[in-house]
């Protein structure tokens, strides 16, 4: 017997947003099969994982049916659904997207798409034809949006709001070290910075070493710019990365660069990784250019500084 599982049965008017709603599932971290006939559901949920998929069986699993699904029958369906949560304790729930017919037409017509109903007729038959069809889906559905006044933005939030689940739903955070002098990360969502404080490079003894060797880092944080510096980037990402979380991005990348990549931005990411781990963040470290040979002619050193 398969173990309980959480199931989403998605289902609405063609039109209505339920491929944007399955796609914003997908990024939250479920597992999607959509148009999927359910005579072949038991057969889904009994089929094991592949290697490699440790703790993927816990993904909840959405799944999109409609009117071109093949031998649709609604009430046919609303029993099935009703025997799998007997017979396998499954914790299934319905969600049904509506629409006006106006709002629909609208679609359909800006799009410039033939409704799956209605391939010869007006889109109105189709909608008719498939709200006729899929009534016992909605009446049934413990949940039901009406996208007539939503964007596919709107609709996005919606489904996020409703059905993000706790760590499933966090996006990939990667706090990212890199040197300037070896060109600048493409993927940053966020770059700071680090060539504002004292350089390691210009001392003779710390030149090669890491950011990662706790002399190195004493030396740096003997900046008198470090401690407010490196504070305040904390509380602007505390503050900043919930809100991209709320957005809907999956993947989310900080780096912290200096010229070469080895001393300043390593510590300062390994820093605010640390500090992000305690606040509640999962980070993920990569330090691009650590291994990187140093280079006399692409470091600067600031007046005043240390001399090699």
Same mark, same amino acid.
């Given at each position: 017997?398969?173990?309980?599982?959480?199931?989403?049965?998605?289902?609405?008017l063609?039109?209505?947003g339920?491929?944007?709603?399955?796609?914003t599932?997908?990024?939250?971290?479920?597992? =999607?099969?959509?148009?999927?006939?359910l =005579?072949? +559901?038991?057969?889904?949920?009994?089929?094991?994982?592949?290697?490699?998929?440790a703790?993927?069986?816990?993904?909840? +699993?959405?799944?999109?049916?409609?009117?071109?699904?093949r031998?649709?029958?609604?009430?046919?369906?609303?029993?099935?659904?009703?025997?799998?949560?007997?017979r396998h304790?499954h914790?299934?729930?319905t +969600?049904?997207?509506?629409?006006?017919?106006t709002?629909?037409?609208?679609?359909?017509a800006?799009?410039?798409?033939?409704?799956p109903?209605?391939?010869?007729?007006?889109?109105?038959?189709?909608?008719?034809?498939?709200?006729?069809?899929?009534?016992p889906?909605?009446?049934?559905?413990?949940?039901?949006?009406?996208?007539?006044?939503?964007?596919?933005?709107?609709?996005?939030?919606?489904?996020?709001?409703?059905?993000?689940?706790?760590?499933l739903? #966090?996006?990939?955070?990667?706090?990212?070290?890199?040197?300037?002098?070896?060109? =600048?990360?493409?993927?940053?969502?966020?770059?700071?910075?680090?060539?504002?404080?004292?350089?390691?490079?210009?001392?003779?003894?710390l030149?090669?070493?890491?950011?990662? #060797?706790?002399?190195?880092?004493?030396?740096?944080?003997?900046?008198?710019?470090?401690?407010?510096?490196?504070?305040?980037?904390e509380?602007?990402?505390?503050?900043?990365?919930?809100?991209?979380?709320e957005?809907?991005?999956?993947?989310?990348?900080?780096?912290?660069?200096?010229?070469?990549?080895?001393?300043?931005?390593?510590?300062v990411?390994?820093? =605010?990784?640390?500090?992000?781990?305690?606040?509640?963040?999962?980070?993920?470290?990569l330090?691009?250019?650590?291994?990187?040979?140093?280079?006399?002619?692409?470091?600067?050193?600031?007046?005043?500084?240390?001399?090699?």
């Open positions: 017997m398969t173990q309980p599982k959480t199931i989403l049965l998605l289902s609405g063609s039109g209505a339920k491929t944007t709603a399955l796609k599932l997908e990024d939250m971290g479920w597992e =999607v099969v959509d148009n999927l006939p =005579v072949l +559901l038991d057969r889904l949920l009994d089929t094991p994982l592949p290697a490699g998929h703790g993927a069986d816990e993904r909840p +699993l959405a799944l999109g049916i409609d009117a071109r699904t031998d649709f029958d609604a009430n046919a369906i609303v029993q099935r659904i009703k025997a799998m949560r007997e304790g914790d299934i729930e +969600l049904f997207l509506d629409c006006s017919g709002e629909l037409e609208r679609r359909f800006e799009t410039r798409r033939r409704h109903l209605a391939l010869d007729r007006p889109a109105a038959d189709g909608i008719a034809r498939e709200r006729e069809l899929t009534e889906l909605r009446r049934w559905a413990t949940q039901v949006i009406d996208t007539t006044g939503f964007t596919s933005n709107s609709l996005q939030q919606e489904i996020r709001n409703r059905f993000s689940r706790e760590r739903s #966090d996006p990939v955070l990667t706090i990212l070290s890199f040197g300037f002098s070896r060109g =600048v990360p493409r993927n940053a969502d966020l770059m700071f910075d680090m060539r504002f404080l004292r350089n390691p490079h210009w001392d003779a003894d030149r090669p070493k890491t950011g990662l #060797d706790a002399q190195v880092a004493a030396y740096i944080a003997a900046d008198p710019a470090y401690d407010e510096a490196v504070g305040k980037i509380d602007l990402l505390t503050t900043l990365l919930p809100r991209y979380s957005g809907g991005k999956a993947y989310i990348t900080v780096a912290f660069g200096c010229t070469g990549g080895k001393h300043r931005s390593v510590h990411a390994e820093r =605010v990784a640390k500090y992000l781990q305690e606040a509640g963040f999962s980070p993920t470290i330090h691009r250019n650590i291994e990187s040979t140093p280079q006399d002619g692409l470091e600067k050193r600031r007046p005043g500084g240390p001399k090699a």
